[in-house]
């Protein structure tokens, strides 16, 4: 292997003026939110001196999420995708403004923030979904790990940039100049898509929703190589939860304080980022699904690792490999399921994956507080990443459909 086939696969940027189009307008997108990510915490505690009050607005965004994908993977089967991308974005925006214009008030409104934070969350998983919906018909089936490494990438890059600067110009400026800005970059979104083409889906306008929310079910239960991908991908968003245990193990493992526990949090962030960039191989593979197995089965044990070493130095770069793997088997995840699903029910089920990634890290997150709490923080991370590695060997052995399955279905190629 070469190294320029090591790295991520740029032409795409060059030769497609589409995708070109959605990665600016997701970076900056995705700039934008990163300020809003900081922007919200300090302003709920501001107002309240409460971390569970920044918790609920956090479930308010979270549960609007949860509910928009699902709703959205409706419309985005029913509906021109273009036009449902550029409608979503722009509500996100207004959304923005009214955030704007609450901080601006003398007493700011706190069960504003938490409508308005479920307002964003509806609303910006329409678009989402909406735009993961219109990728094969933007770049091609073949070219969905290409398309997906390069968003991943400029993904890692926004969200370590902008919380940073997020928190400078709250400092400099305030909260209110912070929404601003926060609708300022999704307007310049909603223009950079303009060009996008339009894009009818194949589907029954006149279905009933929760007919062809059933169709997407029995479909994603009935596919072999989708139903193993998005199970292992479920393990991989649950492991994900141990980051909620890194100041506990900070202190009664390793004996550091808030900088050690920074680091931890950077490794993983780091690892992904990586993964990302040096994914070029991961289009040439023969059997994915084997590889996402391997992937998955490799992150498990670093965590099992982690929980067991009792060292801050054994435990960072394991965090770093842990985060590159689960950066390729998110990868593989997507490049698959996208590439085993009809463009009728593209909406749907991505839809369904992505929901179940919101709920598998809320209900991972639950489950390692508990499990923490009734062991301690290295056992139950250890626990967490023996459990997963067996149930990850399991799928792995037992799916054989997709263990020798392409990254797309031959008679789905040029569907898209």
């Given at each position: 292997?070469?190294?320029?086939?090591?790295?991520?696969?740029?032409?795409?940027?060059?030769?497609?003026?589409?995708?070109?189009?959605?990665?600016?307008?997701?970076?900056?997108?995705?700039?934008?939110?990163?300020?809003?990510?900081?922007?919200?915490?300090?302003?709920?505690?501001?107002?309240?001196?409460?971390?569970?009050?920044?918790?609920?607005?956090?479930?308010?965004?979270?549960?609007?999420?949860?509910?928009?994908?699902?709703?959205?993977?409706?419309?985005?089967?029913?509906?021109?995708?273009?036009?449902?991308?550029?409608?979503?974005?722009?509500?996100?925006?207004?959304?923005?403004?009214?955030?704007?214009?609450?901080?601006?008030?003398?007493?700011?409104?706190?069960?504003?923030?938490?409508?308005?934070?479920?307002?964003?969350?509806?609303?910006?998983?329409?678009?989402?979904?909406?735009?993961?919906?219109?990728?094969?018909?933007?770049?091609?089936?073949?070219?969905?790990?290409?398309?997906?490494?390069?968003?991943?990438?400029?993904?890692?890059?926004?969200?370590?940039?902008?919380?940073?600067?997020?928190?400078?110009?709250?400092?400099?400026?305030?909260?209110?100049?912070?929404?601003?800005?926060?609708?300022?970059?999704?307007?310049?979104?909603?223009?950079?898509?303009?060009?996008?083409?339009?894009?009818?889906?194949?589907?029954?306008?006149?279905?009933?929703?929760?007919?062809?929310?059933?169709?997407?079910?029995?479909?994603?239960?009935?596919?072999?190589?989708?139903?193993?991908?998005?199970?292992?991908g479920c393990l991989s968003t649950v492991t994900t939860s141990i980051r909620i245990l890194f100041p506990a193990l900070v202190e009664e493992v390793f004996g550091g304080g808030a900088f050690e526990t920074g680091l931890m949090y950077s490794a993983v962030p780091i690892?992904?980022?990586?993964?990302?960039?040096?994914?070029?191989?991961?289009?040439?593979?023969?059997?994915?699904?084997?590889?996402?197995?391997?992937?998955?089965?490799?992150?498990?044990?670093?965590?099992?690792?982690?929980?067991?070493?009792?060292?801050?130095?054994?435990?960072?770069?394991?965090?770093?490999?842990?985060?590159?793997?689960?950066?390729?088997?998110?990868?593989?995840?997507?490049?698959?399921?996208?590439?085993?699903?009809?463009?009728?029910?593209?909406?749907?089920?991505?839809?369904?994956?992505?929901?179940?990634?919101?709920?598998?890290?809320?209900?991972?997150?639950?489950?390692?507080?508990?499990?923490?709490?009734?062991?301690?923080?290295?056992?139950?991370?250890?626990?967490?990443?023996?459990?997963?590695?067996?149930?990850?060997?399991?799928?792995?052995?037992?799916?054989?459909?997709?263990?020798?399955?392409?990254?797309?279905?031959?008679?789905?190629?040029?569907?898209?």
């Open positions: 292997m070469t190294l320029s086939n090591l790295f991520v696969d740029i032409s795409l940027l060059k030769t497609n003026p589409d995708f070109r189009r959605v990665l600016i307008a997701r970076t900056i997108s995705l700039m934008a939110l990163g300020l809003l990510s900081v922007a919200v915490p300090l302003q709920v505690y501001a107002l309240t001196g409460s971390s569970l009050q920044v918790g609920v607005a956090a479930a308010c965004d979270g549960v609007g999420m949860f509910l928009g994908l699902l709703l959205g993977g409706v419309l985005a089967d029913r509906m021109d995708r273009r036009r449902l991308i550029l409608f979503a974005r722009s509500v996100c925006g207004l959304g923005f403004l009214g955030l704007a214009a609450n901080a601006a008030l003398p007493s700011p409104s706190l069960p504003a923030i938490y409508a308005l934070s479920f307002w964003d969350g509806f609303f910006g998983a329409i678009g989402v979904n909406a735009l993961l919906a219109a990728m094969p018909h933007l770049v091609g089936r073949a070219n969905l790990v290409q398309a997906r490494a390069l968003g991943m990438l400029s993904m890692r890059v926004a969200t370590i940039l902008s919380p940073a600067l997020g928190g400078l110009l709250i400092a400099g400026l305030g909260v209110g100049w912070v929404y601003l800005l926060t609708a300022l970059g999704t307007g310049l979104t909603v223009l950079t898509l303009l060009g996008l083409p339009r894009m009818m889906p194949p589907g029954e306008a006149g279905e009933n929703p929760l007919r062809a929310m059933a169709q997407a079910f029995a479909f994603l239960f009935g596919h072999k190589v989708i139903l193993s991908v998005v199970a292992l690892g992904a980022t990586l993964g990302a960039a040096l994914s070029g191989w991961a289009a040439r593979l023969e059997r994915p699904g084997l590889a996402m197995g391997g992937a998955c089965m490799g992150a498990f044990a670093c965590v099992a690792v982690i929980g067991a070493a009792g060292s801050l130095y054994v435990a960072l770069p394991l965090l770093v490999l842990f985060g590159y793997a689960t950066s390729i088997a998110s990868l593989l995840e997507y490049s698959m399921v996208q590439g085993h699903t009809p463009d009728r029910l593209l909406g749907r089920v991505n839809s369904l994956w992505t929901a179940q990634d919101v709920f598998g890290d809320s209900a991972g997150t639950v489950g390692m507080g508990l499990l923490a709490t009734l062991l301690s923080p290295a056992v139950g991370i250890l626990a967490l990443g023996l459990g997963a590695l067996a149930l990850a060997a399991a799928v792995t052995a037992t799916a054989t459909t997709m263990r020798g399955a392409p990254m797309s279905d031959p008679a789905l190629e040029g569907t898209g």
